[in-house]
């Protein structure tokens, strides 16, 4: 018996250095500010659920602000858009925030 699979899906988890602020902070802050994770990193999820928890632990985890925050995006196996999870941890079905409507989740 040939068993239907759910799609993969992906979320991006991403963050860089807030050069805007960065010579502002103090050394402790600067260096902190440069110990987070740079790049993207994609992650298997099951849910849109669990794409925007895990986007939370990762922004709380490495006390990142909306600044620091490049990631969000979820993705299938082909890199087709499917939401954009925001810093706050909504969903939104479209990258243009002008005409993006919020998912909501039961």
Known sequence: MIQKSEPKIFVQLSSEIDSERFFQLSNNA???ELHKPQGNFFFEV???LKAAELCKKF???YNLGSSNWNGGLVVDESFNFIARISFNGRIWDN???KIAN???LC
């Open 46 to 48: 099951n849910s849109l």
């Open 102 to 104: 919020e998912i909501e």
């Open 30 to 32: 600067k260096y902190e």
């Open 59 to 61: 922004i709380d985890n």
């Open 95 to 97: 990258e243009d925030w």
